[in-house]
């Protein structure tokens, strides 16, 4: 069988499994199987050559294709999820990166980028630790706070905290990992009113309304998944409240929600003295991200 054969029956396979994206996965099981990069895989793909002998990439191939027709994420199953300019590292136990969240990092560093002086970010409930890697890594001389209650979560923060470390050293100064509860007035106390912006994607899933595709439903940790009410929304809630005290005044909330919970946590930012609280929306035009400021109204 050819590559492209390969290649199209496997996508057929996962289509059958209902697999969202059959084609994607397919050429990416296809890439790991053989020892291939994406890019080496369309390069063989163009001249239309086939692959150096791997052995047993047609029985690895088939075994990431049943775990991947069984609805394991993708990400487990090669164990990366790619991140803005990350490659980061995940497995069972932590919550998968998604493309929404780097809009709402996005949302931060181009606030970041245009003050006068190194920032001080947190990032409460970190997972993978995503969003405080991607501060870290993009605004120079910036200093993060990542807070994570899950001890499986963990595990995998300071894997891409250290592997990131690799090819930049001075990581190890300027980002702190705490395993805490990042709603409680404990946890960071001593930044209370310090911090230039919090960036954060809470758990959020209303309780009422359990994902439906079995990768999430499935597999994703429900700490990292469910808001802690019917609506979904004591957690976000809490994280406002939180937020509220370490900001500083003039200071950046920006946090990512439901798409059905957009007034709610304006309405929360508002009590709590946050001013221009707004959603904004994500790439598809879904209202997923609160972005609020402490303090008076900005100029």
Request: charged share 25%; aromatic share 4%.
């Amino acid at each position: 069988m050819t590559l492209r054969e390969t290649i199209r029956t496997a996508a057929q396979e996962l289509s059958r499994a209902g697999v969202d994206t059959p084609d994607h996965d397919a050429r990416a099981l296809v890439a790991a199987a053989y020892g291939l990069s994406l890019s080496g895989l369309d390069r063989l793909l163009i001249l239309r050559e086939e692959p150096a002998s791997h052995p047993g990439a047609e029985s690895m191939l088939r075994e990431l294709l049943r775990r991947r027709c069984e609805r394991e994420p993708l990400q487990y199953i090669l164990g990366r999820a790619p991140f803005r300019f990350l490659d980061l590292r995940v497995g069972p136990g932590v919550f998968i990166p998604r493309p929404e969240t780097e809009t709402v990092v996005q949302v931060g560093i181009d606030w970041l980028r245009a003050l006068p002086h190194p920032p001080i970010v947190v990032d409460l409930c970190a997972g993978s630790g995503a969003i405080g890697l991607a501060v870290v890594t993009e605004i120079t001389g910036s200093r993060v706070w990542a807070v994570e209650a899950s001890e499986d979560a963990l595990l995998w923060t300071r894997r891409n905290r250290d592997e990131v470390a690799q090819s930049l050293p001075d990581i190890a100064d300027r980002y702190h990992l705490i395993q805490g509860d990042a709603t409680s007035a404990d946890t960071l106390g001593e930044l209370d009113g310090t911090v230039d912006a919090v960036i954060t994607n809470p758990p959020y899933v209303p309780q009422s309304q359990p994902p439906v595709q079995p990768e999430v439903r499935d597999h994703d940790p429900e700490m990292a998944l469910y808001g802690g009410s019917p609506d979904g929304l004591r957690i976000p809630e809490a994280i406002v409240d939180r937020s509220a005290t370490l900001l500083k005044s003039g200071g950046l909330l920006v946090m990512e929600h439901d798409s059905g919970q957009a007034q709610p946590l304006v309405d929360a930012a508002r009590a709590r003295g946050f001013s221009d609280a707004r959603t904004l929306e994500d790439l598809t035009g879904r209202p997923r991200m609160l972005r609020a400021v402490k303090g008076p109204d900005e100029v």
